[in-house]
């Protein structure tokens, strides 16, 4: 946005009475003084303009440079159609008013409208064209009404004169059925120096034309409140927006956070769940391998208790035994272990009873004399196949060893009754 300060130089002599241009040439330049007005001081709240007539008894300035677009408007309603024009005087009292401006930071530009023939000589006009770019002031002439042939070179000429980086133009507006302010719309005047930006321009394939090159539809210089009214709802409800697609945005963040850490703690939930029975249960297989031993080792001692109490009479059984156990393997190591563990405990006492050797021979031949209830015993310890060969040749030397005991007592009973 181009901060600048701009004064309007209005022709009010009396061509300006004429109705060539709808519904007269002042009514229509007054309207496009409004337009002008209004977009410079929207394109920035710092510009200012001002306004001053140049026929009558000599140039006035009707309103100092001002921020107040109010007043320019106002002004407007006083102005009075008298006398001829004089640009030359007009142009330079423009200039001196922009000298005096109160913010020099900006830029300085004089918007002149001509409506009347131009009298002045032509050389007069490069004169004060050269000198308003020495001061880097910039011109915008309109042309409308008469057109004699003396007229549009004057005006070229002054154009040319102060024209400095195509900051200055020339804008002719013949006589018809548009309206002035319409044309100036597509004019260099508002689409040349940053003036689209104020949304006075028009909206392309407008034309310039018709009740769509405002926003909303709406004149700001007829209903300046109602369009500022509607601009400012527009802009709040850009924020508001705005605001709600922030939100929604950062919801939809929280959301993918709080699902990816539910899915973080599904992950761990197992985990610790699963840690503290393990704990609990670390020592599960101990247990369960202590028992099975016992119960291996309980079995054990009661299948080979009578084969422990001939251990007594020789040791050949002992010996047979040994071997027996040293042939088991595989999957019957923990009860091999077990049956050469008890056979050693029960051969280190050497002077057991006969009474309960031979008892233990009795219950070792019953419990071994029943198959089914070996087999469902066997079957119960875990690790432990009843149809695996190790366990036969154990069970079947077992049985051997009874057989052969109970001969050794049909022969002790054979020899006492012989003395």
């Known amino acids: 946005m181009v901060l600048e300060a701009t004064m309007v130089c209005i022709d009010n002599s009396e061509w300006m009475r004429n109705g060539d241009y709808a519904p007269t040439r002042f009514q229509a330049q007054a309207d496009a003084v409004n337009l002008i007005c209004g977009a410079k001081t929207q394109s920035n709240p710092e510009n200012t303009v001002g306004l001053l007539t140049m026929a009558g008894k000599g140039v006035r ?5 001002t921020p107040d677009l109010g007043k320019i408007l106002s002004s407007m309603h006083g102005m009075g159609i008298e006398g001829e ?22 830029r300085q530009r004089i918007v002149l409208f001509a409506g009347s023939p131009v009298t002045c000589e032509l050389d007069m006009l490069v004169k004060i064209g050269k000198k308003l770019k020495k001061n880097n002031v910039a011109v915008d002439v309109i042309s409308f009404g008469d057109e004699d042939g003396r007229k549009a070179e004057k005006l070229e000429a002054l154009v040319a004169a102060v024209n400095s980086n195509d900051n200055s133009h020339l804008v002719t507006i013949p006589p018809g059925t548009n309206i002035l302010s319409d044309m100036l719309m597509s004019s260099p005047i508002f689409t040349g120096d940053g003036a689209s930006s104020s949304g006075y321009a028009p909206q392309p394939g407008a034309g310039g034309l018709g009740p769509g090159r405002f926003d909303f539809g709406v004149d700001p210089n007829l209903d300046p409140e109602l369009a500022l009214a509607l601009r400012v709802s527009m802009e709040e409800e850009r924020a508001r ?13 929280q959301k993918a956070e709080e699902g990816s850490a539910s899915g973080v703690r599904e992950e761990v939930m197992p985990d610790t769940a699963a840690g503290p029975e393990s704990a609990a249960h670390g020592g599960g297989p101990e247990p369960m391998d202590d028992e099975s031993a016992l119960l291996q080792q309980a079995l054990a001692m009661s299948m080979t ?17 040994d071997t027996r156990m040293g042939e088991a393997g595989g999957d019957d190591a923990e009860l091999a272990l077990a049956l050469r563990m008890s056979m050693q405990e029960d051969s280190g006492a050497p002077g057991m009873p006969s009474e309960r050797g031979t008892a233990s021979a009795e219950g070792m031949g019953q419990v071994l004399g029943d198959a089914g209830f070996v087999n469902s015993v066997l079957a119960s ?11 036969r040749d154990v069970l079947a030397s077992l049985q051997q060893t009874d057989r052969k005991l ?14």
């Open 85 to 106: 024009v004089n640009l030359s005087s007009g142009v330079q009292v423009a200039q001196l008013a922009l000298k005096h401006r109160q913010n020099k930071n900006q």
């Open 241 to 253: 927006q705005e605001a709600a697609a922030a939100k929604a945005a950062e919801e939809a963040k």
């Open 305 to 321: 208790e009578a084969a422990m109490s001939g251990a007594g009479i020789g040791t050949g059984t002992g010996g047979v035994m």
């Open 406 to 419: 109970d001969k050794e007592e049909e022969e002790e009973e054979e020899e006492e009754e012989k003395k």
């Open 61 to 65: 300035v009707v309103v100092t440079p």
């Open 381 to 391: 310890l875990p690790g432990v196949d009843p149809d695996d060969p190790a366990v």
